[in-house]
Structure formats: structure tokens, C-alpha cells
């Protein structure tokens, strides 16, 4: 007769970061997140290249990314209302289809080569990004030890950046470099602004063909991931079937200090997030760097984010998240402000230092909100976490103008419109100081 094996002092201490009985579904979903993350972080460089070839402002190229988050904005709660009613499997199942969809919109968007229709894709695609992260965020905090939650949710996050590298890549092996209207003279001066109409129309044929591509090609993969999923057992940790009173969800959400100060906090986090990867090319090209090698120091910024997620869960172990949320935030404070008063290579790279310190902080900010959620409001909670993603919509036109302007008393505009970033870190510094002080009492 087997006899059951006590748990020792370091078990409990420290509780297992996922369940053996959930491996599984924590492997799926965890895939879930490096597919969002080709999404994002493919199209932070297609604002520099619609700016080209359809001939558009920073500003309105920055409706990209008003289009991108702002699908974020309009989904997440029907997305929790739906999740609520169903289960996490199929707000997945449906969040993976609308992303799909999306993604095929690409293909009457680049035979129409309206700049609008783009949008429009990108905002029904992000419809299926909301779906996905508001039903795998909570859902990943759910497979295990609830003491363990937030280093589980860091680790599946630290697959994010997986996706955006990915993406990156793709941006700058293949879609950047293929841009014609991004050839340069000799003199190192882009060429596209001195052709007739004819030839632009050309160009832009070219150009719309190669940015379409392959976003169909990962619409080709989600519609893989849709079958796997489908045919797979997943185990519910949904409160379904409890009658939970979405009115008395809100008053309680609004009455947790600790939650609402954090939705707060997660909207500038992802402004700033948005606006440090969407312009270092913009940055770049102010020094004079083409768009395909600017592109090489998003893919550094990015590898600095996935190294320090893995390096911030590991410390975790030992350290409160909120006390390393503000340690993480005043670290990028201080290479934000680098990035805006070294008018040189080294503003370039302390903006690309940025990336390290910002690695934990979407993971971090999520799970201490959630903490203290009662688990029958975690579903509409997730969905105001995630509906924050709004901060990317809405700050990036900003800076674009801002950036607009080109000089600002004497600086690059580039480098003044960092000041924006700036602030969003100062505010998740503060969440981090006002949570930390929280886990104190």
C-alpha cells in the first residue's frame, strides 16, 4: 500500500508553477501567446512602411496602430461577457477564427490598395487578439497554485516574445528589404518622392503585394491552430454554470484600489510599449539608418525583452513583482530619458535598452490586478486588462504629430516625442511603489 507523500516546508514555500494535470493545456494556450505577438510586432513596422508608400503622414500612419488597439478597445468585453456565458475553450476557438479572418482581409485590401481597408483588416484581426487574450491570461492564472499565478503568467508571457521576433523578422527579412519604395540613391536619399505617378503606381502594386503576403500566410496558421485546439480536451477552471450578476462584477471591480489603479497602469504601459517599438525606426532614420537595418535594432529590442522575461520570472522567486515592477520601472524611466537628450548613436541604443526593463511589466502589472479579484469577477476583470490596450491606440498618433513637427526649441522632434513614454513609465513606477507598499500591510 502506497502511502501519500507529505509536502515538505519548500514545497509550500514554494507551490509548483503549473499542475502536472495541466501541462498540456498550459502548452496550447501557452502557443496562444507568441501568435499575438507575431501580430503586434509585425505590424509595428508597417507603419513606416504605409508612410511610404501610400504617401501618408507619421500621424495618419499611426492609424495602424489606432486600428490595431483599438479592436482591443471594442471586443474585450463582449469577449468576457461571451467567455462568461460559454467557456475559455470557445472564446479561443472563436478568437482564433476572427483572427483568421482578418488576416485573409489583407487579400481584397491590397487590390483595392485603400489605406482604410487595411484598417479595417486590422481591426477585425485584433477583434480575435482581444477574444484570445482575454480568455488565455486568466486562464493561464487558473492552471495551478494561485501563490504561483503571476511567475505562471510571466512564464507563458515570456512566449510573446517568441511571436514578436518572429514577426520582426518577417518584417525585416522579408517585407522591409523587398520595399521598393524604400530604395535609396547613392547618396543615400530615398528615391520614391522624385518618380512620376505611373511609376509610384508601380511601386505601391509591388509594395501593398509584399506587406499582404504574409499576414496570409499566418492566417493560413491560426486556421492549423483552430483545427489542433478543437479536437483537444480542455479542462475548465471558468466559474460556468455560477450566476454571477455582471453589475455587482462592476461595483466590486470598482471599489479594488488595487485593480482599478492597475487597469490605469496597463493603458500606459502599452502606450508606452507601442510607442518605444512602432518609432525606433523613425528614430533610426533620423540618424540616417535605412528602414530594413533600423528594423535589425527592433529585433535587438526585442531579444532584450525575452531574455530579461525569462531572467524577471527566475527572480521572482525571490523578489515581490510589485517590488520589481518598480525597480523595472525606473529603469526604463532613466533609458527613456537617455533616449531623449543623446541626440546620437547612444540615444538609439539606451531606446533600445528600453526592451529589458520593459519585459515584466504587461505580466506583472495583470497578475498583481488580478490578485486580489474574487474568482467569480476574473473573467470581466481580464477583460478591462485587456480592453487597456487602448493606451496603444491612442498615444502613437500623438507622438506621430509630434514627431511631425521635425525639430522642436533646437532637438529632433523624434527625440522630444519620447517624452511621452516617459510619463506612461513614471505611472506604472507609481503602481509598482503603491502595490509594493500594498503587500506590506
Known amino acids: 500500500m502506497k502511502t501519500q507523500k507529505t509536502p515538505t516546508l519548500p514545497d509550500i514555500a514554494n507551490p509548483r508553477l503549473v499542475d502536472r494535470k495541466y501541462i498540456i493545456p498550459f502548452i496550447l494556450v501557452t502557443s496562444l501567446f507568441a501568435l499575438w505577438g507575431f501580430a503586434n510586432d509585425i505590424t509595428n513596422p508597417m507603419v513606416a512602411a504605409f508612410q511610404t508608400v501610400m504617401e501618408l503622414s507619421a500621424a495618419k500612419a499611426s492609424m495602424v496602430q489606432f486600428a490595431f488597439y483599438g479592436g482591443y478597445a471594442t471586443m474585450a468585453i463582449p469577449a468576457a461577457l461571451f467567455i462568461r456565458r460559454y467557456s475559455y475553450k470557445s472564446g479561443i476557438l472563436l478568437g482564433l477564427g476572427l483572427y483568421a479572418v482578418g488576416a485573409f482581409l489583407f487579400i481584397p485590401a491590397a487590390s483595392f490598395q485603400q489605406f482604410s481597408f487595411f484598417c479595417v483588416s486590422l481591426y ?4 480575435g487578439l482581444a477574444f ?9 492564472l487558473s492552471l495551478g497554485d494561485k501563490r504561483s499565478a503571476t511567475r505562471r503568467l510571466n512564464l507563458a508571457q515570456a512566449f510573446n516574445p517568441v511571436g514578436s521576433l518572429s514577426g520582426m523578422a518577417v518584417a525585416s527579412l522579408i517585407i522591409l528589404p523587398n520595399l521598393w519604395s524604400d530604395r535609396r540613391d547613392a547618396a543615400g536619399q530615398m528615391i520614391f518622392d522624385s518618380l512620376d505617378a505611373a511609376q509610384k503606381a508601380d511601386m505601391r502594386v509591388h509594395d501593398l503585394a509584399v506587406i499582404r503576403d504574409p499576414y496570409v500566410a499566418i492566417g493560413l496558421i491560426v486556421v492549423v491552430m483552430f483545427v489542433a485546439i478543437a479536437l483537444v480536451k480542455m479542462p475548465r477552471t471558468d466559474n460556468r454554470g455560477v450566476k454571477v450578476s455582471s453589475a455587482e462584477t462592476l461595483k466590486r471591480l470598482w471599489h479594488n484600489n488595487e485593480y482599478r489603479s492597475g487597469v490605469l497602469a496597463q493603458m500606459f504601459y502599452v502606450a508606452a510599449q507601442i510607442m518605444v517599438w512602432t518609432f525606433i525606426i523613425q528614430y533610426a532614420d533620423n540618424l540616417g539608418i535605412n528602414k530594413a537595418t533600423a528594423q535589425t535594432y527592433n529585433i535587438c529590442a526585442m531579444g532584450l525583452a525575452l531574455s530579461f522575461r525569462f ?9 515581490a513583482p510589485s517590488r520589481m515592477l518598480m525597480a523595472f520601472g525606473i529603469g526604463a524611466s532613466i533609458c527613456t530619458v537617455g533616449t531623449i537628450f543623446l541626440q546620437n548613436m547612444a540615444g538609439l541604443y539606451c531606446l533600445v535598452a528600453i526592451s529589458a526593463f520593459m519585459s515584466i511589466m504587461f505580466p506583472s502589472i495583470y497578475g498583481i490586478a488580478l490578485d486580489r479579484v474574487d474568482e467569480r469577477d476574473t473573467s470581466l476583470g481580464a477583460a478591462f486588462l485587456v480592453m487597456a490596450i487602448v493606451g496603444g491606440a491612442l498615444m502613437p498618433p500623438l507622438q506621430g504629430a509630434i514627431i511631425d513637427m521635425k525639430t522642436i526649441a533646437g532637438m529632433p522632434a523624434v527625440n522630444v516625442s519620447f517624452a511621452l513614454p516617459l510619463v506612461c513609465f513614471i505611472v506604472v513606477t507609481i503602481y509598482g511603489i503603491y502595490t509594493a507598499r500594498l503587500a506590506r500591510r
Do not use: R
Open 124 to 127: 477585425v484581426l485584433t477583434f
Open 132 to 140: 484570445l487574450e482575454t480568455t488565455a491570461n486568466p486562464y493561464i
Open 311 to 319: 531572467i524577471g520570472t527566475y527572480l521572482m522567486k525571490y523578489f
